[in-house]
T-cell receptor, first 111, second 114 residues
Framework: DTEVTQTPKHLVMGMTNKKSLKCEQHMGHRAMYWYKQKAKKPPELMFVYSYEKLSINESVPSRFSPECPNSSLLNLHLHALQPEDSALYLCASSQEREKLFFGSGTQLSVL | QQQVKQSPQSLIVQKGGISIINCAYENTAFDYFPWYQQFPGKGPALLIAIRPDVSEKKEGRFTISFNKSAKQFSLHIMDSQPGDSATYFC?????????????FGKGTHLIIQP
């Protein structure tokens, strides 16, 4: 199994909503990542979890809250988002720090 | 983050032709150089990668050429097909003491015309 699975695939939310994005991998990878990608732009790193501990937080606003319940799961909790937060949110995992495997992403629209 | 500069921003190639995308990096600590292919609405997929101990790596129609002294690397797609139409990102990583993750180029939108 070489997949990183993300749910939901699409999400529309209002600025007052609370929602969560979920990511799962069963490759035994030690690190998991959240990236944000705007249209026609490269992925931008948001958070890195290494061995279930948050190791990198790229100055992301507090309306984004990551959680790593165990070594296979990664969540991104969303609250009070802004329309400019609309983007493709990508989860990735790796065993060696630079070999990233990406999921298909959640296309988020904030109204 | 250290930059990875990618060119061209967009590229149109005739079917059967050679597509060439170039990248340059600054950080000499980088020691892993992957290329990702991304289709609309999908996540990036690892296409091919190279380490600095070799100057070229070939997998099927895809070849990476690497010039360590110039700090440049490129992707060549031979016999380009319409199914190769996608956005391609070069990236660089540091397997040593650097941070997890990759530094990405800005991407190249490739169109293969039938």
């Amino acid at each position: 199994d070489t997949e990183v699975t993300q749910t939901p695939k699409h999400l529309v939310m209002g600025m007052t909503n609370k929602k969560s994005l979920k990511c799962e991998q069963h490759m035994g990878h030690r690190a998991m990542y959240w990236y944000k990608q705007k249209a026609k732009k490269p992925p931008e790193l948001m958070f890195v979890y290494s061995y279930e501990k948050l190791s990198i937080n790229e100055s992301v606003p507090s309306r984004f809250s990551p959680e790593c319940p165990n070594s296979s799961l990664l969540n991104l909790h969303l609250h009070a988002l802004q329309p400019e937060d609309s983007a493709l949110y990508l989860c990735a995992s790796s065993q060696e720090r630079e070999k990233l495997f990406f999921g298909s992403g959640t296309q988020l629209s904030v109204l | 983050q250290q930059q990875v500069k990618q060119s061209p921003q967009s590229l149109i190639v005739q079917k059967g032709g050679i597509s060439i995308i170039n990248c340059a990096y600054e950080n000499t600590a980088f020691d892993y150089f992957p290329w990702y292919q991304q289709f609309p609405g999908k996540g990036p997929a690892l296409l091919i990668a190279i380490r600095p101990d070799v100057s070229e790596k070939k997998e099927g129609r895809f070849t990476i050429s690497f010039n360590k002294s110039a700090k440049q690397f490129s992707l060549h797609i031979m016999d380009s097909q319409p199914g190769d139409s996608a956005t391609y990102f070069c990236a660089a990583g540091d397997s040593g003491g650097g941070a997890d993750g990759l530094t990405f180029g800005k991407g190249t939108h490739l169109i293969i015309q039938p």
